[in-house]
């Protein structure tokens, strides 16, 4: 049976199954498949479909009932099971917090692509999730303690953190980010962090206060300089009820990916490139508690960034306000307007070449108030006076520092090829990714923006090259690799 996502639940389903998934130590996406797989044996069919067969008998099967949206990935069984960590030891140092649960699921995921994963487990965690289970899923002893020289499988902690290709910590909770960014060894944990001489992965969980703590935000940076990669955390609701912001920590599979990435060891075509990527929308405020949006989810982008990151390069993403994690591997800035946008692209020249996927808005309000603007009585809506935002592919097409490649986006309803055409010599961009945003555009209910597929032409100077229809992330692997042909092409 193929992976499943579980997305837009209503919140006291969402609740049920995030408790089942915890009592039995897998992830809810996980749980989901298992209930709707066992309805869909008990309906009578004779084995569990696959495919695409899965997934329209699941769609007919929770269709009816609402508030479940399920998609499978665009991703064979067979890629999904590929043995991509093959031989690769993972050393897992689980932390304490309720997503612990989902660290199981990861040993599980890490261990069917071939890795074998050795687990340390804080004493925190245990309060958690048991040792037992984690020592069932990774068939191997689990390590709590610093000093226990009678226990026969003790290793030492210089070992344990050597004996590993890359440490992987999940959840980081911020007592162990603390702990690493300031050197401290006074458990098994943070001493194998310590001693160790291999590449770490963080994977935060927090209430979203103590990861917007300065504190944490000034270890998370210290940490970063020091070399630790991070994937997530991603915003959405906690598991404390009326918790919401970002501190969840990223899914298994998005872990898996971070991984697979560190430890991919192929020649990378765009090693030693940096490539500024822009992803998301812009939010431009009317006051204190509104503003103005658009639509885009910023899957896009940030796939885009990720495909670069996975060939080599030096990725700086500038994202808007999104509700995806950071994409592994890049350097993430985060920012909230247009004008606010182009300050960090620029503050990131010079590139090699840079990608514009962001949903720029095109105007702001002239003068933001700063109070909330209160209804009147008989004074009917405020007039809002809006002011251009500057174009930042267009001003960095034109720019004395303009990166040897330079790649917009177009988002059309209408004349896809002639905007496009136009937007390419307007805002002097080597080739425009032109997408069809309209209803008409045939995919999915929810369309290009928000949706997980999408259709693209490029349009250079020397013509337009048609894309058949696909997943996301397969036109960011895609683009990437032309990027890279590019690239290759250019000379330096
Ligand atoms: N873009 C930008 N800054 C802006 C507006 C757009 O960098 N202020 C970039 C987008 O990231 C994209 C390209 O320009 O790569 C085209 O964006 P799009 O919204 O399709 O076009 P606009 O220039 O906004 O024109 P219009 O909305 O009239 O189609």
């Known amino acids: 049976m193929g992976t499943i996502t579980v997305r837009n639940l209503a919140d006291d389903v969402k609740q049920k199954l995030r408790e089942r998934a915890a009592a039995r130590g897998v992830s809810m996406e996980e749980e989901a498949r298992d209930i709707l797989g066992k309805s869909v044996l008990s309906a009578g069919a004779a084995a569990a479909p696959e495919g695409e067969t899965l997934y329209a008998t699941i769609r007919s099967l929770v269709e009816p009932h609402g508030g479940f949206d399920i998609a499978l990935p665009r991703r064979s069984q067979s890629a999904a099971n590929r043995m991509t960590l093959s031989a690769k030891r993972i050393l897992l140092i689980i932390g304490g917090g309720i997503a612990a649960y989902k660290s199981l699921d990861l040993i599980r995921r890490l261990r069917k692509r071939g890795a074998s994963v050795r687990v340390v487990m804080?004493?925190?965690?245990?309060?958690?999730?048991?040792?037992?289970?984690?020592?069932?899923?990774?068939?191997?002893?689990?390590?709590?303690?610093?000093?226990?020289?009678?226990?026969?499988?003790?290793?030492?902690?210089?070992?344990?953190?050597?004996?590993?290709?890359?440490?992987?910590?999940?959840?980081?909770?911020?007592?162990?980010?603390?702990?690493?960014?300031?050197?401290?060894?006074n458990d098994l944990a943070s001493t194998v962090l310590l001693a160790t001489d291999k590449k770490v992965l963080m994977a935060p969980a927090m209430n979203p206060r103590m990861w917007s703590h300065p504190a944490t935000r000034r270890n998370r940076a210290t940490m970063q300089k020091d070399g630790i990669a991070f994937v997530g955390p991603?915003?959405?609701?906690?598991?404390?009820?009326?918790?919401?912001?970002?501190?969840?920590?990223?899914?298994?599979?998005?872990?898996?990916?971070?991984?697979?990435?560190?430890?991919?060891?192929?020649?990378?075509?765009?090693?030693?490139?940096?490539?500024?990527?822009?992803?998301?929308?812009?939010?431009e405020p009317i006051d204190p508690v509104r503003y103005i949006a658009n639509r885009s989810s910023g899957k896009q982008g940030h796939a885009i960034a990720a495909a670069l990151a996975k060939l080599g390069a030096d990725v700086r993403l500038v994202s808007g306000p999104v509700n995806i994690a950071d994409p592994a591997g890049v350097k993430t800035?985060?920012?909230?307007?247009?004008?606010?946008?182009?300050?960090?692209?620029?503050?990131?020249?010079?590139?090699?070449?840079?990608?514009?996927?962001?949903?720029?808005?095109?105007?702001?309000?002239?003068?933001?108030?700063?109070?909330?603007?209160?209804?009147?009585?008989?004074?009917?809506?405020?007039?809002?006076?809006?002011?251009?935002?500057?174009?930042?592919?267009?001003?960095?097409?034109?720019?004395?520092?303009?990166?040897?490649?330079?790649?917009?986006?177009?988002?059309?309803?209408?004349?896809?090829?002639?905007?496009?055409?136009?937007?390419?010599?307007?805002?002097?961009?080597?080739?425009?990714?032109?997408?069809?945003?309209?209803?008409?555009?045939?995919?999915?209910?929810?369309?290009v923006m928000g949706g997980d597929r999408n259709k693209v032409r490029i349009v250079s100077r020397t013509g337009v090259e048609e894309w058949?229809?696909?997943?996301?992330?397969?036109?960011?692997?895609?683009?990437?690799?032309?990027?890279?042909?590019?690239?290759?092409a250019t000379v330096v």
């Open 122 to 185: 804080t004493s925190a965690a245990q309060e958690f999730v048991t040792t037992l289970s984690a020592g069932a899923l990774s068939a191997d002893h689990v390590f709590t303690d610093l000093f226990d020289r009678n226990d026969e499988h003790d290793v030492g902690h210089i070992r344990l953190s050597r004996d590993a290709d890359l440490l992987v910590v999940a959840p980081a909770t911020a007592d162990l980010m603390a702990k690493l960014a300031n050197g401290h060894a």
């Open 234 to 283: 991603a915003k959405g609701e906690m598991a404390e009820s009326n918790e919401a912001g970002e501190g969840r920590m990223a899914e298994p599979l998005e872990i898996v990916a971070a991984i697979e990435a560190m430890l991919d060891e192929k020649p990378k075509p765009l090693a030693g490139r940096r490539i500024i990527v822009t992803s998301g929308p812009t939010h």
């Open 333 to 447: 800035t985060h920012v909230e307007t247009a004008v606010e946008m182009k300050d960090a692209v620029e503050s990131l020249l010079p590139a090699d070449a840079a990608v514009f996927v962001a949903a720029v808005a095109d105007w702001r309000t002239a003068n933001a108030s700063g109070e909330k603007i209160k209804k009147v009585a008989g004074k009917g809506p405020p007039a809002l006076q809006m002011v251009e935002n500057p174009d930042i592919l267009a001003s960095i097409g034109h720019h004395a520092q303009r990166p040897g490649l330079v790649v917009g986006f177009a988002a059309e309803t209408q004349d896809l090829i002639g905007n496009a055409e136009a937007k390419l010599r307007k805002k002097g961009a080597d080739f425009i990714v032109a997408n069809d945003v309209s209803h008409a555009s045939g995919i999915g209910p929810s369309g």
């Open 468 to 488: 058949p229809e696909m997943g996301k992330d397969e036109v960011a692997a895609r683009l990437a690799a032309l990027i890279a042909e590019r690239l290759q």
